[in-house]
């Protein structure tokens, strides 16, 4: 009788939007969501758990799936991650989520500082594609958006809505000044940086800058797929002559297509670069001339009457040279040039001292880090810096 009496009737269901949305996790949420599960899988040690978090090929460090999982594995073999994040602030820009994070439960081979954490949306689920490591305020000033070298004997205007933030974990020891600069779409970057040549490449600073940038080219082409050089020729960067090079490529794992400038200035021994990726290529063009302003601010001022290279090399750690053997106080250590070779210390900070072949262009260099963690075999070492 009951059901008789049910069937005499219609029934509409009414399925309300803005309660469905109130049941859909706010982008806070979903990120809270991922450093949480970040915390949990550490705590775990659980290397394939806390590589699911990940995409398949990184923005930053731009590694690889198999590459990431390594690393992984090698951290928490060595404990060397933090015991937890703790999540201070997140903003959306575009299609990419910035948790800002810092390290809580820090040791010692695990110093603290407040991080980067950059996520897309990935299979329908926020994934970290970056992380980043931001500088020390007193690298990059936020009121005059100055960024300042280490050894504060360089400088370069950074433009509003652009982010500063630390290459050491990605480039080691070998460039001591170096800094990534992200674009406002947290995707796009400028990556600044100096190195000491060994030998002069070219006939004068120009060409050398020019043949500098073919060697890394013909690496580039190694690691991405279908590169495609675009344009190349010289060019101004502060009243000094630069070589300039655009090509574009995609990576590995990735359908998308990154468009490249690289730009490079000599005064040897030293080089400096610009590595400006806009990420789609079709964003090149908006964002040229920011990578412009960012490259022709850079600033080259002597510290008072001494030159560059005697600037920097005055910053080094303390040693001396007595004949032919440097002695380091700092680091407790002597090294002897063997005969037809001189010694001297060397305008790059990052090297201690280096010996050059009088009847050539050998060289060898001296290089002392601080701040190795704790359990990093020699094998660990060398793998990280090659």
Known sequence: MFCNKLSSYAFVVICCPLCLMAQAPSIEQQ????????????AAKDANGLLDLYWDWLDYPPVDRATMKKVIEDRLKNQTFAARLELLAVETRGQSVCAKVRLVGSTDETPSGTYLFMMRP????????????????NAFDPKTRIYTSRKGKLSLQIPDGWSCCDTSSFLGGLILDSVLILAPDLRS????????????????????????????????????????????????????????????FRMPSSTEVHRRMRVYVCEYPMLYFFICDAVPADTFDALLPQFHAIISSLDLAAAGNLT??????????????????????????????????????????????????QKGNSLVRLIAAKGLNEGDSLEDVFHQEA
């Open 122 to 137: 990935y299979e329908e689920s926020l994934r970290i594609c970056g992380t980043y490591k931001q500088l020390d305020p």
């Open 31 to 42: 990120v809270q969501n991922v450093i949480g599960r970040y915390n949990d899988l550490i």
């Open 189 to 248: 970057s400028v990556t600044f940086g100096f190195v000491q040549l060994p030998v002069r490449l070219g006939s004068n600073d120009l060409s050398t800058a020019q043949k500098c940038i073919e060697a890394d080219i013909a690496m580039e082409r190694r690691s991405v797929k279908d590169h495609e050089p675009l344009d190349h020729g010289p060019t101004a960067v502060a009243g000094r002559e630069g070589y300039r090079q655009v090509s574009q």
């Open 308 to 357: 560059r290279q005697e600037a920097i090399a005055a910053e080094q750690a303390k040693g001396s040279i007595a004949g032919q053997v440097y002695t380091s106080d700092e680091f407790n250590c002597f090294i002897a040039a063997p005969a037809g070779w001189e010694i001297s210390t060397s305008p790059n900070p990052a090297h201690l001292v280096e010996m050059r072949y």
